[in-house]
Structure formats: structure tokens, C-alpha cells
């Protein structure tokens, strides 16, 4: 049985000519594109090409990876411009016959090669108030656990598929052509974060103070990037940021909202009063040294 998966893995890597590959090469202080040439073999994905790379040619090509899966997100690339997981783009997919470029993510400061600095990302991440769930009912006491509607739940599950990718991050123009808005801009998968606990039907923390004056929701205009490029094909913009904008809307400008919370003495939490639940307390991120964002324009591309 062994021999003959061994035998159909040989007979699917038959050669189907040459693939030329204009990989980025450097670090912090600059780089340039190289030309790599090797055989095509049917079946791969561009990670597969990149690892023959390392294998034969270039032995210090550094670039991140752990599953392979598209499950683990560290493989993100540019490839031939746009956003992607190296794992899951297929050689096939890809014009045949011409230069495939990879390069790194373009919105992040270059470590070396294709890997990027995106502890950003993390700093965003440290900043959102964390679930603040109710506290439970008697029958639930009783219980052991909290009950909830399958119905109440499916908003949330969605946004609990990210892998962290950051591809949406990449895409997104007021990050990646703005170096600025890092100080005052989440980012789409921070805003599908902040949705996912918005939307739970437990938490009872009201992030949309933070949302409209520290994290720059209303800095969205909704172009869609960042779901076109997601792996796990979340609706960012339809199921995350545009609801997002709608509460925030009604929480400072629904004069219906504002009368229905002054009749019922609900009052909304302020920013302070949500940046304390978040795990880390403090300023927006710290905004990357500009001098080592972004790389330069591939030749021809």
C-alpha cells in the first residue's frame, strides 16, 4: 500500500516544464526581487515550489510556515500582487507561462524575506474589551451552564473561524497605504473580532464607544477587500463591519435609541469604562517605524 501511494506521488509530479519565480529577497535595510527557475511539477501549490526553492537553490530563502492546511495562517504572501496563503494557491491557478511573483506582506515592516513583523496584529488584539458574559439565571445555576438559542449563536460562530491569516489586515487600503491610520485603525479582523463578542448573546460589555472613537470604525468604507482575500471565506464587510457601523449609528444618533435608554436608565459604557475589561490596558498600538514598511515594486509588475 506504501509503494503505491509512493508511486502515484511520483507519477503526479511528472514535469510539465519550467516555472520562473521572482521572489523577494532582503531585510529591514532593502532587498530586490530574484529570478528563480525550476521544474514545474503537476499538482502543486506555491508553497510546494518555494520549499524545492529552499531545497536546491536557496537554502536561506527565509519564509513562515507550520500546517500546510490552510488552517495555521503563516504562510501569507503577496502572490502576482494580491494577498494570499502560499498552501492554498495552487501552481495551476496561476497565468501559465509567466513570472509568478512572490513577495511579502506589503502593510507590515520586513523581518527578511517573506517574513513580516505583524505584531501589530497583536497589539490591536491586546486592546479589545474581552466577553464579559451575564451572570446566570437561577434555572442556569441549576443547571450547571448557560442556555442559549442555536439561532443567538450562529452570528458569532462565523467570526471563530479566522485563522489570523491577516491577509483582510494586508488588503485593507487605510492600513496598507497609510502607515498613520496604524495608530488609530483596528482593522478588519479586529472589527470581525469586536462583532463576534458584540453579537454573542452573553456578553453584556457595549464596545461601541471604542469602537467609534479608538479602534476607527467610521474609517471603513466598506470596499470589500478583505473578504475577497479571506481563506475562510468570512462575509467581514456584510456580517461584521457593516452591522458594527449600524450600532454605532443607533447608539449616538437614534434619537429613538436615546429616548428608549433615558425611559429605561440604560446608559452606554464609556471608553475608559470598556478599555477596562480589555486585557491590556493603555494607548492604541504603537505605530511601526515607517522606514522599514513596504517593499519595492517588482520589475514589470
Not at 478588519?188 to 453579537?199: D, G, H, K
Not at 464607544?209 to 468604507?221: D, K, S, V
Not at 456580517?239 to 450600532?247: C, Q
Not at 434619537?255 to 464609556?270: D, E, F, N, Y
Amino acid at each position: 500500500m506504501a509503494d503505491e501511494i509512493v508511486r502515484q506521488y511520483v507519477d503526479s509530479a511528472s514535469t510539465t516544464g519550467n516555472v520562473t519565480m521572482n521572489v523577494w529577497r532582503g531585510d529591514a535595510g532593502g532587498g530586490s526581487f530574484v529570478e528563480y527557475e525550476l521544474e514545474a511539477k503537476e499538482g502543486e501549490v506555491v508553497l510546494d515550489v518555494i520549499h524545492r526553492m529552499q531545497a536546491t537553490q536557496a537554502p536561506d530563502l527565509a519564509c513562515r510556515w507550520n500546517c500546510k492546511a490552510g488552517k495555521c495562517g503563516s504562510c501569507s504572501a503577496e502572490i502576482n500582487g494580491k494577498p494570499a496563503l502560499m498552501c492554498m494557491t495552487r501552481m495551476e491557478t496561476l497565468p501559465a507561462g509567466e513570472p509568478i511573483t512572490v513577495a511579502p506582506l506589503k502593510a507590515f515592516p520586513i523581518i527578511r524575506d517573506l517574513v513580516t513583523d505583524v505584531s501589530y496584529n497583536y497589539e490591536v488584539a491586546k486592546r479589545i474589551p474581552s466577553f464579559n458574559p451575564r451572570p446566570k439565571t437561577t434555572d442556569e445555576l441549576k443547571a450547571g451552564g448557560y442556555r442559549m438559542a442555536q439561532i443567538d449563536v450562529e452570528r458569532s460562530q462565523e467570526f471563530r473561524k479566522c485563522i489570523e491569516c491577516f491577509l483582510c489586515q494586508d488588503v485593507c487600503h487605510v492600513i496598507r497605504d497609510h502607515e498613520e491610520n496604524k495608530t488609530t485603525f483596528a482593522g478588519p479582523r479586529f472589527f470581525a473580532r469586536s462583532a463576534e463578542l458584540e453579537m454573542h448573546p452573553l456578553d453584556v460589555t457595549d464596545r461601541r464607544a471604542i469602537l467609534r472613537e479608538e479602534q476607527g470604525l467610521g474609517m471603513c468604507n466598506i470596499t470589500k477587500c478583505c473578504t475577497e482575500v479571506c481563506p475562510e471565506h468570512i462575509k467581514i464587510t456584510d456580517n461584521a463591519i457593516i452591522p458594527l457601523k449600524e450600532r454605532v449609528v443607533d447608539a449616538s444618533y437614534d434619537p429613538v435609541a436615546w429616548l428608549g435608554r433615558k425611559i429605561l436608565r440604560r446608559t452606554k459604557a464609556s471608553v475608559a469604562e470598556a478599555r477596562a475589561t480589555s486585557p491590556v490596558n493603555g494607548p492604541p498600538a504603537v505605530q511601526p517605524d515607517a522606514a522599514v514598511r513596504g517593499i519595492p515594486t517588482a520589475v514589470g509588475g
